[in-house]
């Protein structure tokens, strides 16, 4: 199976709710990590923070599986 980029990645990568949530579910990990690094101290608990990401996870799924205006498009002709 070769993986190739989907045709119109530009509007994906600024249209989709699934990169959306996925940057969020990032950010959130990273801000923790940070957080607690620094100062030793935790902002919110692991089960809360590790509820928060699977829920943001759940939500990426989801909206990449849904057609969502703007980003989902046809394919262009001759395309396989």
């Known amino acids: 199976m070769k993986l190739t980029l989907v045709h119109n990645l530009e509007d994906v990568l600024k249209r989709a709710w699934s990169i959306r949530f996925l940057a969020l579910a990032t950010l959130l990990d990273a801000a923790q990590a940070s957080v607690s690094c620094f100062s030793g101290s935790e902002l919110v608990s692991a089960p809360t923070l590790s509820l928060l990401n699977m829920g943001l ?9 849904v057609a969502q205006q703007g980003v989902t ?5 001759g395309d396989a």
């Open 57 to 65: 996870a759940l939500a990426a799924l989801f909206a990449r599986c």
């Open 73 to 77: 498009a046809p394919a262009p002709k």
